[in-house]
């Protein structure tokens, strides 16, 4: 059974770093590429970035660019999201999603239950 | 970035109806890497359709998606109690990847 489980959520104050983790396990990790969703309350989905099998690839958001970054160790079946800088505006509810193909163009088939970020003073 | 616009915002419909989704790109979505999704209150999206119209694993043959280029459809063909949900279309073929605002599909 395919599991992804998120940590490192928080209250964290505007301008501060937070460090987001995803335990993946059920499959075969190191052949798929994996994401970040967000939702903020009441709100809809907002792809945040995403990362080849790999580590080859990356993309972000432009909302997060410079600010966030997306890392997986394959050995540990981890993936991660460093955010830095952070604003009023990321608060959300953040998914890890796992992708049907290597690269990032299989669709999202299994997710997480989420991990909840507040930026607030 | 690819705007993906949903219509209608809500559709009320009966048990047993017919419920058609509608999601509209401002530019042609490359390979039709078009996605759509269930989400219910307090649950992670749901997989349905991705590649435009192929079935996720376990998904009812109720759902079926169509289109290609700009414009697609998601249809449920007879509305179950457990279908009544916000439904969100995603593309990914272009970086950044883009969802739809939703559609809610509620009891009428």
């Known amino acids: 059974e395919v599991q992804l489980v998120e940590s490192g959520g928080g209250l964290v104050q505007p301008g501060r770093s937070l460090r987001l983790s995803c335990a993946a396990s059920g499959f075969s990790f190191d052949a798929s590429a994996m994401h970040w969703v967000r939702q903020a309350p009441g709100k809809g989905l907002e792809w945040v970035s995403g990362?080849?099998?790999?580590?080859?690839?990356?993309g972000y958001a432009d909302s997060v660019k410079g600010r966030f970054t997306i890392s997986r160790d394959n050995a540990k079946n981890s993936l991660f999201l460093q955010m830095s800088s952070l604003r009023a505006e990321d608060t959300a509810l953040y998914y890890c999603?796992?992708?049907?193909?290597?690269?990032?163009?299989?669709?999202?088939?299994?997710w997480g239950q989420g991990t909840l970020v507040t930026v607030s003073s | 970035e690819i705007v993906l616009t949903q219509s209608p915002g809500t559709l009320s419909l009966s048990p047993g109806e017919r419920a058609t989704l509608s999601c509209r790109a401002s530019q042609s979505v490359s390979g039709n890497y078009l996605a759509w999704f269930q989400q219910k209150p307090g649950q992670a999206p749901r997989l349905l359709i991705y590649g435009a119209s192929s079935r996720a694993t376990d998904i009812p043959d109720r759902f079926s998606g169509s289109g290609s280029g700009t414009d697609f459809t998601l249809t449920v063909g007879r509305l179950e109690p457990e279908d009544f949900a916000v439904y969100y279309c995603h593309q990914y073929g272009s970086s950044p990847g883009t969802f739809g605002q939703g559609t809610k599909v509620e009891i009428k």
């Open positions: 999603a796992k992708d049907l193909g290597h690269t990032g163009h299989g669709g999202f088939d299994h």
């Open positions: 990362i080849s099998f790999n580590s080859g690839s990356t």
